[in-house]
């Protein structure tokens, strides 16, 4: 029989990041990371004495091609629940009753089923994704795909379960052929979003892909450049660290060991932030 052990050494080999498992290098100072050489380097592990450094002040901006189409919310209060209601969620359960039924962008028609996010209520790692795709839409899940399938075998290897953790999006309905939601479409949403992240006040948050990233902590950098580094987003007073990498759906498609080795490392630095002595 298969020991513990062993399967996650064969996990880690299926991965492709069997035998780049090493100690955690030192963080580089917060200078160091904005160079361009730094960009490139994986994420290192951060410590007490080098937490990760504050955001720094992206502009954002509107990608070109992402004009919605002209969309009238209806009418309904509990389609569109007003900002109060949402504030006044004082559970995740509570937050999803009262906005499952929500049509406040043209994404809500198009639906099959409403994906709010699943996981730990009090979760220390928190992931937010893109978007529901078709596997998601079909059974009101997230990551529940090919793409979920490797999210999962990576928090797998970081010793966790997926019921540890809580894994969301940044909108809650499918983009129609899976297109990046606009800009309009996810700050009709970001306010769902940041309630969960209120309630579940989670230590750090890991951004998969560049639209979590944009729309979440407002970087509107290529993932290619700033993944590895630490963000800082601000939400219900906290500030919570943000490690960007890549979305799983991306590591399917670039199935090398460059690009997984890099999501490896980016999450081993997240684990190391939930590790570290003083928290908790
Ligand atoms: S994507 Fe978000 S804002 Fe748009 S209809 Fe769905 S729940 Fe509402």
Redesign the pocket.
């Known amino acids: 029989m298969e020991s513990p052990l062993q399967a996650w050494r064969d996990t880690l080999g299926e991965l492709g990041v069997m035998g780049l498992i090493r100690e955690p290098r030192a963080q580089a100072p917060p200078e160091a990371q904005a160079t361009p050489e730094a960009q490139t380097r994986p994420a290192a592990a951060p410590t007490p004495a080098n937490p990760p450094p504050a955001r720094p002040q992206a502009a954002r901006a509107l990608p070109a091609a992402a004009t919605p189409a002209a969309y009238t919310p209806p009418a309904d209060p509990v389609g569109?629940p007003p900002p109060e209601v949402i504030a006044g969620a004082t559970s995740l359960a509570d937050l999803q009753k009262a906005?499952?039924g929500?049509?406040?962008?043209?994404?809500?028609?198009g639906?099959l089923k409403?994906v709010f996010g699943e996981g730990h209520p009090k979760a220390q790692l928190m992931f937010v994704g893109e978007?529901p795709g078709r596997d998601e839409d079909l059974q009101g899940r997230p990551f529940v795909g090919k793409a979920g399938e490797l999210l999962d075998k990576m928090i797998g290897a970081l010793g966790l379960k997926r019921e540890d953790t809580y894994i969301a999006n940044v909108?809650?309905?499918r983009p129609p052929d899976n297109r990046t939601?606009s800009p309009t479409?996810a700050r009709?949403?970001m306010g769902?979003l940041h309630r969960q992240i209120e309630l579940i006040q989670p230590a750090v948050i890991v951004t998969l892909g560049a639209t979590p990233l944009r729309e979440l902590v407002g970087v509107v950098e290529g993932i290619t450049r700033v993944r590895g580094q630490w963000k800082r987003v601000q939400v219900g007073g906290r500030e919570i660290p943000v490690m960007p990498t890549f979305h799983p759906a991306y590591v399917l498609r670039q199935y090398t060991q460059e690009v997984r080795r890099a999501v490896w490392e980016d999450l081993r630095a997240a684990k190391a932030w939930i590790d570290r002595p003083d928290q908790g």
């Open positions: 569109c906005i499952q929500c049509l406040a962008c043209p994404l809500g028609p639906r409403f978007g909108v809650k309905c939601p479409e009709a949403c769902y």
